[in-house]
């Protein structure tokens, strides 16, 4: 025996929708095809649950959400390294606290969408910081350190050399080296 | 933000190395497409030609015909190159040619190993931190990173 079936497309894709939104505690609408209307945010946690259980059926959220968060963690970090006084808590507690969001879904989306940890970008940011402090200001590595937080010069010169396989020293050279010969081009 | 391809060109003159380096890219987990250019003459055409210029380019220091440092000199005298990172790399090198490379605007020194993990994950890297470059818009003048004499341990 055959049977022989007539789709109406736009109703299946609503009535599951319906269906797994109805399994969470969110109040929303359906506006037209393909767009959901949520009264409030929703939770990292409840994002990530509800693409996989609509990926199910081949529906993926059109949105770029975990950017917004990487962009919302990006946003925490540089304010708080813009800080003259960098808060004494622990970075992973800051981070979640800013954001409201548990450090591990946190951590999980910035990995996914930048391809290096949340220490990392920070470690990054940093050693631009002391780049800066270094080529434009002129201050001496001991006046940086102390500005930057890190607990000995020797500290700041291991992992500014980890990162940029330099000395502090060599590296301030070498730049104006490179500024005096853009220098005389121009 | 959304992270769009990384666009790499690399030139490089001997055959064989243009396949070490392919199969290790081709081993990378962030999405790319890589050009490939056979020396200097045939880089510098090509990007003149190219509308869409990559995000970063590796360069062989010693080429026939127009060298590594040649092409990375008129690379920088090109204001139209000017967000394009310059990575440039070589078996054998003296300090002083690093520097050299480093005043003339190079972005990245890697003193090439033959050891495909090692070459993997100093490529590996370079590659997700010029990322942040890419995205972030990290100040370029100061963008120089050394592997010359470090052995890279740092994110991953």
């Not at chain 1, 708080?80 to 622990?90: F, T």
Request: glycine share 2%.
């Amino acid at each position: 025996m055959k049977l022989y079936l007539s789709y109406n497309f736009d109703k299946a894709c609503r009535t599951i929708l319906q269906e797994q939104l109805d399994k969470f505690n969110f109040k929303y609408t359906l506006e037209g095809p393909g767009i959901v209307h949520f009264a409030d945010s929703m939770p990292m946690h409840d994002y990530k649950l509800l693409q996989e259980q609509l990926q199910h059926y081949g529906i993926e959220i059109v949105d770029n959400q975990k950017a917004i968060m990487v962009q919302k963690i990006k946003g925490a970090i540089l304010a708080m390294l813009a800080e003259k006084d960098m808060p004494q808590i622990k970075i992973s507690t800051y981070l979640a606290m800013q954001l409201n969001e548990n450090y591990r879904t946190l951590s999980n989306v910035f990995n996914e969408v930048c391809h290096i940890s949340i220490e990392s970008f920070i470690i990054i940011q940093k050693i631009e910081k002391v780049k800066q402090l270094l080529v434009n200001e002129s201050l001496s590595l001991t006046e940086i350190s102390f500005l930057m937080n890190y607990s000995s010069v020797a500290h700041l010169s291991n992992q500014f050399k980890k990162i940029t396989g330099f000395n502090p020293t060599v590296f301030q050279k070498v730049l104006q080296n490179k500024r005096a010969l853009t220098n005389n081009i121009n | 933000m959304d992270p769009e391809k990384l666009y790499i060109l690399l030139a490089e003159d001997d055959q064989d190395d243009r396949r070490f380096f392919k199969k290790v890219f081709d081993s990378l987990k962030i999405t790319h497409t890589l050009s490939m250019c056979e020396d200097g003459l045939e880089l510098m055409a090509y990007l003149d030609d190219t509308h869409k210029l990559p995000h970063i380019i590796f360069l062989d220091i010693s080429m026939p015909g127009k060298s590594g440092m040649e092409c990375l000199k008129a690379i920088r005298s090109n204001s139209r190159y000017r967000d394009t990172t310059v990575a440039m790399y070589s078996s054998i090198s003296s300090e002083d040619t690093v520097e050299e490379a480093f005043v003339f605007g190079a972005n990245i020194f890697i003193k090439k190993p033959n050891d495909f993990d090692k070459l993997k994950k100093i490529l590996t890297e370079v590659t997700y931190i010029n990322w942040q470059y890419v995205t972030d818009g990290l100040n370029r003048e100061n963008y120089m990173i050394n592997y010359y004499t470090n052995v890279p341990d740092k994110f991953l």
